[in-house]
């Protein structure tokens, strides 16, 4: 990556950061996608059980076979209608608003990051911040369309406004790099 294509990524991943920690979420900066899975894997107890989201991004990181090997139990949400109360969510986050608001796309996503597990592992990158809902709403038929090939969507969203209503229940993962659609 161009030094200062990467100097911008990386000033606009700390940016993000801040105003996460702002808006009261548990917010970590990390500095490549290597760092991002082993911060997933260590952070999940064994002895706890967890629901992936399915993204291509998600799947590209080849969780599943550390965490289950580490002893979690690890739900498939078209399958298993418990992955709804699981103990933790690992999702890609689809957009975040400069005012701090996290976006959730389709059906399991948006209502797993509200009313679901106790504890959600959002990862964003730094092509996912717009300037606000209105943006986000503008880019939402394009997001839904290329998601649409890979799996079953719909046109529903989640809107998590701040971290402060449930301390501790999001941890926001920022990646310096373009991830996901």
């Not at 105003?19 to 900066?29: G, M, P, S, T, W």
């Not at 993204?55 to 739900?75: A, H």
């Not at 092509?127 to 939402?140: G, P, R, Y």
């Not at 971290?163 to 501790?168: L, Q, S, V």
Request: charged share 25%; hydrophobic share 40%.
């Amino acid at each position: 990556m161009d030094q200062n294509l990467k100097w911008f990524y990386d000033l606009k991943a700390k940016e993000i950061t801040k105003l996460l920690l702002h808006k009261e979420y548990d917010a970590i900066l990390v500095k490549d996608l290597n760092e991002l899975k082993n911060i997933l894997i260590s952070k999940i107890p064994s002895s706890e059980s967890l629901v992936l989201d399915q993204t291509p991004f998600l799947n590209s990181l080849e969780l599943l076979f550390p965490l289950s090997k580490k002893g979690c139990r690890i739900y498939d949400y078209k399958k298993e209608q418990q992955a709804i109360l699981a103990d933790n969510f690992i999702a890609e986050c689809d957009f975040i608003t400069e005012n701090g608001e996290l976006i959730f796309l389709d059906n399991f996503a948006s209502s797993a990051s509200i009313f679901g597990p106790n504890k959600i592992f959002a990862i964003v990158g730094i092509n996912k911040f717009v300037k606000n809902l209105i943006e986000a709403e503008k880019k939402m038929p394009e997001i839904l369309e290329i998601r649409n090939h890979f799996n079953d969507t719909n046109d529903s969203f989640g809107i998590i406004h701040h971290g402060r209503k449930f301390p501790n229940k999001y941890t926001v993962l920022v990646v310096p790099e373009n991830i996901g659609f």
